[in-house]
Protein backbone atom coordinates (compact mmCIF):
# COMPACT_ATOMS: atom_id res chain seq x y z
CA UNK A 1 0.00 0.00 0.00
CA UNK A 2 1.67 3.30 -1.02
CA UNK A 3 1.44 6.49 1.53
CA UNK A 4 0.17 9.65 -0.20
CA UNK A 5 2.50 12.66 1.08
CA UNK A 6 0.80 15.83 2.34
CA UNK A 7 1.05 17.40 -1.29
CA UNK A 8 -0.48 14.85 -2.89
CA UNK A 9 -3.44 14.65 -0.10
CA UNK A 10 -3.74 18.31 -0.70
CA UNK A 11 -3.91 18.44 -4.57
CA UNK A 12 -6.24 15.32 -3.92
CA UNK A 13 -9.00 17.64 -1.46
CA UNK A 14 -8.65 20.14 -4.14
CA UNK A 15 -9.60 18.67 -6.94
CA UNK A 16 -12.33 16.66 -5.48
CA UNK A 17 -13.36 20.00 -3.98
CA UNK A 18 -13.19 21.72 -7.36
CA UNK A 19 -11.83 25.04 -7.52
CA UNK A 20 -13.74 27.68 -5.95
CA UNK A 21 -11.65 30.81 -7.10
CA UNK A 22 -12.72 32.86 -9.44
CA UNK A 23 -10.94 36.09 -10.04
CA UNK A 24 -12.13 38.79 -12.18
CA UNK A 25 -13.36 38.89 -15.65
CA UNK A 26 -12.05 39.75 -18.53
CA UNK A 27 -14.90 42.14 -19.04
CA UNK A 28 -14.22 43.72 -15.20
CA UNK A 29 -11.53 44.27 -16.03
CA UNK A 30 -12.17 46.00 -19.49
CA UNK A 31 -14.59 48.14 -17.12
CA UNK A 32 -11.99 49.34 -14.44
CA UNK A 33 -9.80 50.44 -17.49
CA UNK A 34 -12.33 52.16 -19.15
CA UNK A 35 -13.19 54.10 -16.16
CA UNK A 36 -9.86 54.74 -15.40
CA UNK A 37 -8.83 56.32 -18.68
CA UNK A 38 -12.15 58.10 -18.15
CA UNK A 39 -10.82 59.47 -15.22
CA UNK A 40 -7.28 60.32 -16.43
CA UNK A 41 -8.42 62.13 -19.76
CA UNK A 42 -10.29 64.63 -17.12
CA UNK A 43 -7.87 64.92 -14.76
CA UNK A 44 -4.43 65.22 -16.73
CA UNK A 45 -5.06 68.83 -18.46
CA UNK A 46 -6.28 70.29 -15.64
CA UNK A 47 -2.46 69.22 -14.23
CA UNK A 48 -0.93 70.74 -17.77
CA UNK A 49 -2.55 73.95 -17.00
CA UNK A 50 -2.05 74.33 -12.87
CA UNK A 51 1.80 73.43 -14.01
CA UNK A 52 1.61 76.44 -16.36
CA UNK A 53 0.11 78.84 -13.91
CA UNK A 54 2.81 77.60 -11.89
CA UNK A 55 5.73 78.22 -14.47
CA UNK A 56 4.23 81.78 -14.75
CA UNK A 57 3.89 82.34 -11.33
CA UNK A 58 7.45 81.89 -10.42
CA UNK A 59 8.23 83.62 -14.00
CA UNK A 60 6.60 86.75 -12.62
CA UNK A 61 8.43 86.48 -9.06
CA UNK A 62 11.70 86.00 -10.45
CA UNK A 63 11.29 88.98 -12.98
CA UNK A 64 11.04 90.83 -9.11
CA UNK A 65 13.62 89.40 -7.92
CA UNK A 66 16.54 90.33 -10.73
CA UNK A 67 14.60 93.98 -10.84
CA UNK A 68 15.05 94.64 -6.59
CA UNK A 69 18.76 92.68 -7.28
CA UNK A 70 19.27 95.63 -9.98
CA UNK A 71 18.40 98.41 -7.45
CA UNK A 72 20.69 96.82 -4.68
CA UNK A 73 23.60 96.74 -7.63
CA UNK A 74 23.47 100.05 -8.44
CA UNK A 75 23.26 101.26 -5.47
CA UNK A 76 26.17 99.30 -4.19
CA UNK A 77 28.10 99.90 -7.64
CA UNK A 78 27.11 103.56 -8.48
CA UNK A 79 29.87 103.52 -10.95
CA UNK A 80 28.50 100.94 -13.12
CA UNK A 81 25.19 101.85 -13.00
CA UNK A 82 22.92 98.86 -13.61
CA UNK A 83 24.14 95.17 -14.46
CA UNK A 84 23.33 94.75 -18.18
CA UNK A 85 24.11 90.41 -17.59
CA UNK A 86 22.31 87.96 -15.27
CA UNK A 87 25.75 86.20 -14.15
CA UNK A 88 26.74 89.44 -13.38
CA UNK A 89 24.07 89.56 -10.71
CA UNK A 90 24.89 85.99 -9.49
CA UNK A 91 27.71 84.11 -7.98
CA UNK A 92 29.09 81.67 -5.72
CA UNK A 93 29.00 82.93 -2.09
CA UNK A 94 31.85 80.04 -1.63
CA UNK A 95 34.05 82.29 -3.80
CA UNK A 96 34.23 85.03 -1.78
CA UNK A 97 33.44 88.59 -0.91
CA UNK A 98 30.89 89.68 -3.76
CA UNK A 99 32.15 91.49 -6.45
CA UNK A 100 30.93 94.24 -9.53
CA UNK A 101 31.44 90.93 -12.00
CA UNK A 102 29.88 88.59 -9.27
CA UNK A 103 27.70 90.39 -6.95
CA UNK A 104 25.56 87.50 -5.30
CA UNK A 105 22.38 89.07 -5.58
CA UNK A 106 20.83 86.60 -6.87
CA UNK A 107 20.65 82.81 -6.61
CA UNK A 108 22.87 80.92 -8.63
CA UNK A 109 19.97 78.50 -10.46
CA UNK A 110 18.40 82.26 -11.66
CA UNK A 111 21.75 83.83 -13.17
CA UNK A 112 21.73 80.98 -15.33
CA UNK A 113 19.16 82.56 -17.06
CA UNK A 114 16.40 79.03 -17.29
CA UNK A 115 14.18 78.24 -14.32
CA UNK A 116 10.92 76.75 -14.21
CA UNK A 117 10.35 76.63 -18.08
CA UNK A 118 11.14 80.07 -18.54
CA UNK A 119 14.28 81.74 -19.82
CA UNK A 120 15.38 84.77 -18.29
CA UNK A 121 17.39 87.67 -19.97
CA UNK A 122 19.02 91.35 -19.31
CA UNK A 123 18.35 93.36 -22.83
CA UNK A 124 18.51 96.91 -24.13
CA UNK A 125 20.56 97.86 -21.82
CA UNK A 126 21.42 101.81 -22.46
CA UNK A 127 25.24 102.76 -22.17
CA UNK A 128 26.87 106.17 -21.32
CA UNK A 129 30.37 106.67 -20.53
CA UNK A 130 31.50 108.94 -17.45
CA UNK A 131 35.02 109.48 -16.45
CA UNK A 132 36.10 106.69 -18.96
CA UNK A 133 33.77 104.47 -17.12
CA UNK A 134 30.94 102.96 -19.02
CA UNK A 135 28.08 102.72 -17.25
CA UNK A 136 24.52 101.63 -17.35
CA UNK A 137 21.90 103.36 -16.84
CA UNK A 138 18.71 101.85 -18.56
CA UNK A 139 17.64 97.90 -18.85
CA UNK A 140 15.17 95.13 -19.64
CA UNK A 141 14.41 91.91 -18.13
CA UNK A 142 12.59 89.59 -20.32
CA UNK A 143 11.35 86.06 -19.04
CA UNK A 144 9.95 83.75 -22.06
CA UNK A 145 8.58 80.37 -22.15
CA UNK A 146 10.65 77.78 -23.53
CA UNK A 147 7.78 76.22 -25.24
CA UNK A 148 5.32 78.38 -25.75
CA UNK A 149 1.72 76.68 -24.69
CA UNK A 150 3.31 73.89 -22.48
CA UNK A 151 5.89 75.71 -20.15
CA UNK A 152 3.99 78.82 -20.14
CA UNK A 153 1.60 80.92 -22.34
CA UNK A 154 2.73 84.19 -21.33
CA UNK A 155 6.04 86.66 -21.69
CA UNK A 156 6.94 89.15 -18.87
CA UNK A 157 8.96 92.17 -19.06
CA UNK A 158 10.35 94.86 -16.53
CA UNK A 159 12.41 97.72 -16.51
CA UNK A 160 14.40 99.78 -14.13
CA UNK A 161 10.78 101.54 -13.37
CA UNK A 162 10.52 98.12 -11.95
CA UNK A 163 6.95 97.78 -13.77
CA UNK A 164 6.13 94.19 -14.91
CA UNK A 165 4.06 94.02 -17.97
CA UNK A 166 3.46 90.55 -20.38
CA UNK A 167 2.93 89.54 -23.47
CA UNK A 168 -0.58 87.28 -24.07
CA UNK A 169 0.85 85.73 -27.49
CA UNK A 170 4.58 84.38 -24.94
CA UNK A 171 7.08 86.69 -26.25
CA UNK A 172 8.92 90.19 -25.49
CA UNK A 173 6.49 92.51 -26.74
CA UNK A 174 5.15 93.32 -23.14
CA UNK A 175 2.18 96.04 -23.13
CA UNK A 176 -0.17 94.55 -20.60
CA UNK A 177 0.82 95.63 -16.89
CA UNK A 178 0.14 93.02 -14.59
CA UNK A 179 -3.22 93.73 -11.99
Known amino acids: MKTMT ?3 RHAARLLAE ?4 EGFTLIELLIVMSVMLILMTLAVPQLLKLRKQANETSAVQS ?3 IGQAQLQYNSAYPANGFSCSLTTLGGDPKAGAPTAQASQLIAPDLS ?5 GYTFAITNCTKVTV ?3 DMY ?3 EITAV ?5 KSGDRGFCSDEN ?8 GGTNCTQPIQ
Open 162 to 169: NTIRYDPA
Open 145 to 149: PQSIG
Open 6 to 8: VLE
Open 63 to 65: VRT
Open 131 to 133: NNQ
Open 112 to 116: TGQKA
Open 18 to 21: GSTE
Open 137 to 139: TSY
